[in-house]
Nanobody, 115 residues
Framework: QVQVVESGGGLVQSGGSLKLSCASS????????MGWYRQAPGKQRELVAT???????NYADSVKDRFTISRDFAKNTLNLQMNSLKPEDTAVYYC?????????WGQGTQVTVSS
């Protein structure tokens, strides 16, 4: 059974950094496309960053040059390094893994950036 569990969220001041992690189990790590999404209050869930099976990355324009998505194959973990955080980055961040018709989500982790 595929499971993904996010961690690393919290409260940080504007300009600060956080690292989110997504611990994965129940599948061979690296054989699914993976990504981070976020949902702010009153808004739709939106893509933050994705990484394909082959390692190709894609970022939302709003986070380019500030966020970095990466995979740790030793720990079966997907990471999101977030730097230069802004109040508009405040949201619940979700880990996603998908392949063909399979699509799995974590429970989310709250990131709050104060001004």
């Amino acid at each position: 059974q595929v499971q993904v569990v996010e961690s690393g969220g919290g409260l940080v001041q504007s300009g600060g950094s956080l690292k989110l992690s997504c611990a994965s189990s129940g599948f061979i790590f690296g054989t699914y496309d993976m990504g981070w999404y976020r949902q702010a209050p009153g808004k739709q869930r939106e893509l933050v960053a994705t990484i394909s099976i082959g390692g190709n990355t894609n970022y939302a324009d709003s986070v380019k040059d500030r966020f970095t998505i990466s995979r740790d194959f030793a720990k079966n973990t997907l990471n999101l390094q977030m730097n230069s955080l802004k109040p508009e980055d405040t949201a619940v961040y979700y880990c996603n893994v998908r392949r063909y018709s399979e699509n799995y989500w974590g429970q989310g982790t709250q990131v709050t950036v104060s001004s």
